[in-house]
């Protein structure tokens, strides 16, 4: 069940808002985790259960490694390796079996037996939400938690439960102590739904279909044109699919009591690679950021081994590896953190570059789009002819197809509508927006805008057949 389904919009959403409003406030988490399972369940019980077992052994291993550190007994980090160990090989299991058997079984040059696991959305997500809160339980940022409903609630809370953001297990349990409903937090979740709804189904649905149609064909079977049309429309499918997202999930939080953390801050408008994760799927990087790089950096100045530039590359490897069981994937993440280890050495060395910005910003766009590319592509060597023919090197075949057969009027307009979405006007008009704000007009333009946006929004959701979230498969 996606945010952007009729299902959703027209009777689960209602459903949840109307049962949790209703219902009193000492029963409410008890109401929202059955709404979260239910959402869940969607996708099959055998994924339900599965993933109820693997919120109940994690809730279990949490109350261990609380208990030796209460008696500051030995154990401890045998405990927390332990439950650090059994969520990766979960993740591990259900994610990446059949890449790791292809590899195997191309080394060993046999075919392996294929074991089927059932899919389970958003696997990689809360995941890594049960190893921060088993990490963050042993150098005792947080206490674990003994409220098995608190607990389940964290993992299951649906707004988040498929795409993140990644919350924190000591962010999100303490707003339950102080959960309150009211108008307000309802008027302003659904304003933010409402304008995630429309980046999603009204920008990158509608580029979605153009992409796929360039995609779908051989790599070399697009002119030079149309594959940097792919290219740079499938950047802009993905960043206001994510976005998109993340401000539905925010605004599903908002509505039901909770603040979940932002996760996108004008990637586009990023000056470096640096600068571009620092805005880019942002509680995915600080978590690789605690939980990878920053104990890579204190084992490295301990022990003086390993150099900035190595961990950052191994940080990225990890994330590009995160992101699916496929070289493409890999690469990609290797591409940034290339550039990103580059850009950490320059800052090592003091070293500044005196390119002008508007350069900067080119190469920045560039090496991100390259990346999105690989990231695109159903498989390394087709995301390398791809770029092949984008950059003269590799000679397209004549299929006939022009640009004109794919870039119409509507995806001229939907492109340079989203272009200009990714600008912070705000913060370059500050004057402009501040007079707008002290105008009468202000609040009845605001609430018109809003109804066109959440009008459109669910004709395009009553009219199309396509709506398919990019992160769900990760």
Known sequence: MVFSSQIFLFVFLPLC?????????????????????AF?????????????????????????????????????????????????????????LPFFTNILGGITGTELPKIELPVLLGVSFFVFSAIS????????????????????LYMSFFPKLLQGPITRAGD??????????????????????????AKKVIIADQLGEMVDQIFANPANANGVSIAWLGAF??????????????????????????????????????????DFWRRWHITLSSWFRDYVFYPLEFKRRKQKTLRTESNTLIVFFLTGFWHGAGWQFIVWGLWHGLFASL???????????KAPALVRYLVTMLIVLVGWVLFRSPGLRYGLQYLGVMF?????????????????????????????ACIPWKQYLPKVFEKLAESKLHDPVKL?????????????????TYSSFIYFKF
């Open 343 to 353: 850009e950490a050495f320059l800052r090592t060395k003091k070293i500044k570059t």
């Open 133 to 152: 809160y088993q990490y963050d339980i042993y150098y005792k940022k947080i206490a674990p938690q003994k409220n098995i409903a608190d607990f389940l």
């Open 392 to 420: 003269g090197l590799v000679k397209p075949i004549d299929t006939g197809l022009t640009l004109t057969w794919y870039l119409n009027g509507k995806i001229a307009f939907i492109l340079a509508l989203a272009v200009f």
């Open 172 to 197: 999100f349990t303490a707003q339950l102590a102080k959960n309150k409903l009211d108008l307000d937090s309802l008027s302003r979740g659904v304003y933010r739904f409402t304008v995630g709804l």
């Open 233 to 274: 429309g499938y950047a802009m499918q993905i960043f206001f699919d994510f976005s998109g997202y993340t401000d539905m999930a925010i605004g599903l939080g908002q509505m039901l009591g909770f603040d979940l953390p932002e996760n996108f801050n004008f990637p586009y408008i990023a000056l470096n690679i640096s």
């Open 448 to 464: 018109a805008a809003f109804l066109i946006l959440l009008g459109f929004s669910i004709m395009i959701v009553m009219s199309s």
């Open 17 to 37: 808002i109307l049962g949790a409003y209703l219902v009193h406030p000492d029963f409410r988490k008890y109401f929202l985790i059955l709404a979260s399972l």
């Open 40 to 96: 869940f369940a969607w996708t099959g019980k055998k994924p339900l259960a599965i993933f109820v077992i693997f919120a109940l052994v994690n809730y279990g291993m949490g109350l261990l490694q609380g208990s030796l550190r209460e008696k500051e007994e030995s154990g401890g980090q045998i405990a927390n390796w332990l439950a650090i160990l059994f969520n990766l090989a979960f993740l591990l299991a259900f994610k990446y």
